[in-house]
């Protein structure tokens, strides 16, 4: 079955330096694969989307491209904040357009330091 | 805008009680979800709904059962809380099928202790 694999983390960076997230994924055919993001205290939210091979989402400084090729969407910010201090989640849909929702990595915990 | 709305936000229960969670949504969305998150393990759909008056198991669905009687609203029961039930409960819903738009509006969660 479909599934989806991340660094889990903490990440723990200082204020302005460069995040990468790595997300890697197993699907059949050619899913969507989103970028969710939860704060403290919250529920999830979408950060971006990329709905085929080579797009780029984008979304507060953050950036990820469907790579096919080596089945991957990493997350990249160039200069995080504080406030970056959040659960990110990477998940796929499935590429047959089923009604049971999105397959999530088990999420990263990123720590950005002042 | 509430979006979705989850009741009670924390519960305590004793193992073998009942108790149900209710999600609520305003947007008019056709598709519900519920979720659990566990430390380690992501999130994992335990229920979900395509619509008023259906309903689906997901990856999860033992010791659950779930109802969707008005469109706006998806009901988690437990019947016989055990302690693997104690997580934090997520509902979401979305306009269409997630996996076309990956658009599912998430609660704020529902924390729950079975002791």
């Known amino acids: 079955g479909d599934s989806v694999t991340q660094m889990e983390g903490p990440v723990t960076l200082s204020e302005e330096a460069f995040l990468t997230i790595n997300c890697t994924y197993t699907?059949?055919?050619?899913?969507?694969l989103f970028w969710y993001v939860q704060y403290p205290g919250e529920g999830l939210q979408l950060l971006l989307k990329?709905?085929?091979?080579?797009d780029k989402g984008s979304n507060k400084g953050f950036e990820a491209t469907y790579r096919k090729e080596t089945t991957s969407f990493h997350l990249e910010k160039g200069s995080v904040q504080v406030s970056d201090s959040a659960v990110y989640f990477c998940?796929?849909?499935?590429?047959?357009?089923?009604?049971?929702?999105?397959?999530f990595g088990k999420g990263t915990h990123l720590i950005i330091q002042p | 805008n509430a979006g979705v709305t989850q009741t009670p936000k924390f519960r305590v229960l004793k193992t073998g009680q009942s108790m149900t969670l209710l999600c609520a949504q305003d947007?008019?969305?056709?598709?519900m979800y519920w979720y659990r998150q566990d430390p380690g393990m992501g999130l994992r759909l335990i229920h979900y709904?395509?619509?008023?008056?259906?309903?689906a198991k997901g990856e999860v669905p033992d010791g659950y059962n779930v109802s969707r009687l008005k469109k706006q609203n998806f009901l988690l029961g437990l019947e016989s809380a055990a302690p693997s039930q104690t997580s934090v409960y997520f509902c979401?819903?979305?306009?269409?099928?997630?996996?076309?738009?990956?658009?599912?509006?998430f609660g704020e969660g529902s924390r729950l202790t079975v002791l």
């Open positions: 979401a819903s979305s306009r269409t099928s997630g996996s076309n738009t990956g658009e599912l509006f």
């Open positions: 699907a059949t055919g050619y899913p969507s």
């Open positions: 990329a709905t085929k091979a080579d």
């Open positions: 998940a796929l849909s499935d590429a047959g357009g089923g009604a049971d929702g999105l397959t």
């Open positions: 947007m008019n969305h056709e598709y």
């Open positions: 709904s395509v619509g008023e008056g259906t309903t």
